[in-house]
């Protein structure tokens, strides 16, 4: 616990700040993904970032990435509880809907934002603390919900002005498909025993599927000529991929079959899908997701069938600065130029009703703690650099008369007009230049 006073404080690897420059675009992108739930009808839900660590051993299961080596776990030091910041949201989305009965009144359609924790080797589109977003849809055994979420996924890449993304589709079939498949799986594999690395060694016989998703180079043409779970398929599996199929055909959506994707997690089953690109490196899905019909079971609900994605925050933004999609505007509207601290009443009394107005204003402040304002000179330099359309200079002489000058920041000549104060309400709302997303 020592350190020295003098030692500076940094942040946690993996786990990064995001300045208001950035942060303006994580706001941008929530605010399209807020506005398209609504659109599809989806509700937001907030679990929280700790649960037990019960839940994603159960949940996720023992033998996965998250859980053997991922999860940020703890014991609680006060009542020796097992808990664990989230590594993802489903399981406690899961949770809070169970433990609140959500379901007694037919299905949910939820999606949630927020951060998650995986400790893993920190590099571009990987990080410690990543965000996700997310959109579950529980109580519905249909193939057309499989369909929705891929849509309503699509839906946001189109929204959000995202190119070059690929969907890859796979059907996991049921539990009674796998053992089948696992069987053929694991005989193919011991025949391959030398090659295997100590990962895919020690997952043989506790979660043969896990082999297919390694991220070793390796071991790629091992599993790519791997037995594939599609061609052990019964009738009922593949009419619910093919309905999910027959959906996004009709609705031009362009998918690939991809019969190595298995996701991360054991509790898929039926329709799996990832969205990828090919512009962020080897960290090139951007959206993962699928059909979870046994995890409610699994962590002691009632049975419910469910179908949920997840997306990388993080790597979406990066795709979207990748292809030159990454501005946002931060400036205010107005910036208020108060040459006298004298001034500074009557100005902040007519700020306010502009700010009422739905303008944003930013005003000058006092430089020194006796409240010097600094020179006009000064404070215009200010009102360029914030990126205001206006400045509004609240001069004395104008102040008297009960006028404002409105000068144009943007127009090259800085053409100025005066506005009497007391028509404030038919003038105001003009200053309003942001674009409203
Ligand atoms: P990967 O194969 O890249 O490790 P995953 O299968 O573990 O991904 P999921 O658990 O499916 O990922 O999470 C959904 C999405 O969240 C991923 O597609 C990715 O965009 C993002 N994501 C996952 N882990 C991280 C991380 N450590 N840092 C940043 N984003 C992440
Ligand atoms: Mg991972």
């Known amino acids: 616990m020592a350190s020295s006073k003098s030692e500076k404080v940094t942040s946690v690897k993996g786990m990064n700040d995001i300045l208001p420059l950035d942060s303006a675009r994580w706001e941008w992108l929530e605010?399209?993904?807020?506005?398209?739930?609504?659109?599809?009808?989806?509700?937001?839900?907030?679990?929280?970032?700790?649960?037990?660590?019960?839940?994603?051993?159960?949940?996720?299961?023992?033998?996965?990435?998250?859980?053997?080596?991922?999860?940020?776990?703890?014991?609680?030091?006060?009542?020796?509880?097992?808990?664990t910041l989230r590594p993802e949201a489903t399981a406690g989305v899961v949770r809070a809907v169970a433990e609140n009965s959500l379901l007694y009144d037919g299905g949910k359609r939820l999606y949630y934002m927020g951060p998650m924790f995986r400790h893993e080797k920190p590099q571009r589109g990987r990080y410690r603390q990543f965000h996700q977003i997310g959109a579950e849809a529980l109580g519905f055994p249909g193939a057309e919900v499989d369909a929705e979420l891929i849509l309503l996924a699509?839906?946001?890449?189109?929204?959000?002005?995202?190119?070059?993304?690929?969907?890859?589709?796979?059907?996991?079939?049921?539990?009674?498909?796998?053992?089948?498949?696992?069987?053929?799986?694991?005989?193919?594999?011991e025949q391959h025993m030398d090659a295997l690395d100590e990962e895919a060694r020690r997952r043989?016989?506790?979660?043969?599927?896990?082999?297919?998703?390694?991220?070793?180079?390796?071991?790629?043409?091992?599993?790519?000529?791997?037995?594939?779970?599609?061609?052990?398929?019964?009738?009922?599996?593949?009419?619910?991929?093919?309905?999910?199929?027959?959906?996004?055909?009709a609705n031009g959506v362009a998918w690939t079959l991809n019969p190595r994707l298995?996701?991360?997690?054991?509790?898929?089953?039926?329709?799996?899908?990832?969205?990828?690109?090919?512009?962020?490196?080897?960290?090139?899905?951007?959206?993962?997701?699928?059909?979870?019909?046994?995890?409610?079971?699994?962590i002691g609900g009632k049975p419910a069938p469910a179908v949920g994605?997840?997306?990388?925050?993080?790597?979406v933004l990066e795709l979207l600065k990748e292809q030159g999609r990454a501005e946002v505007n931060v400036a205010p509207d107005v910036y208020a130029v108060v040459p006298n601290a004298a001034s500074l009443p009557r100005a902040i009394a007519v700020v306010e009703q502009l700010r009422e107005?739905?303008?944003?204003?930013?005003?000058?402040?006092?430089?020194?703690a006796a409240g010097s304002m600094g020179s006009m000179k000064s404070q215009f330099k200010r009102a360029d650099a914030s990126?205001?359309?206006?400045?509004?200079?609240?001069?004395?002489?104008?102040?008297?008369?009960?006028?404002?000058?409105?000068?144009?920041l943007r127009d090259g000549e800085g053409s100025q007009i005066e506005q009497p104060l007391a028509q404030i309400a038919s003038w105001g709302s003009t200053l309003q230049s942001r674009p409203v997303h």
């Open 31 to 83: 605010a399209k993904v807020r506005d398209l739930m609504a659109r599809y009808a989806y509700r937001n839900i907030r679990t929280p970032i700790v649960e037990q660590t019960a839940l994603f051993v159960r949940g996720l299961g023992e033998v996965t990435d998250i859980v053997e080596k991922e999860m940020y776990s703890f014991e609680d030091r006060l009542n020796g509880e097992q808990l």
């Open 262 to 298: 298995v996701r991360g997690m054991d509790y898929y089953n039926l329709t799996v899908f990832e969205f990828v690109t090919d512009q962020l490196g080897s960290q090139g899905t951007i959206c993962g997701g699928g059909r979870y019909d046994y995890l409610m079971e699994q």
């Open 309 to 315: 994605w997840a997306l990388g925050v993080e790597r």
């Open 387 to 408: 990126g205001a359309s206006f400045a509004l200079v609240f001069g004395e002489a104008e102040l008297e008369r009960d006028v404002v000058a409105v000068k144009s």
């Open 357 to 368: 107005l739905g303008v944003s204003v930013q005003i000058h402040a006092s430089t020194d």
């Open 204 to 249: 043989l016989y506790s979660n043969p599927l896990r082999i297919l998703d390694t991220k070793n180079p390796a071991l790629q043409a091992i599993v790519n000529a791997a037995p594939k779970l599609i061609e052990f398929l019964g009738e009922e599996s593949l009419s619910h991929f093919n309905a999910v199929k027959a959906i996004l055909d």
């Open 154 to 189: 699509n839906a946001l890449w189109r929204e959000l002005g995202l190119q070059n993304v690929r969907l890859e589709l796979n059907s996991l079939g049921q539990p009674a498909e796998r053992q089948a498949h696992r069987a053929a799986l694991i005989a193919y594999l």
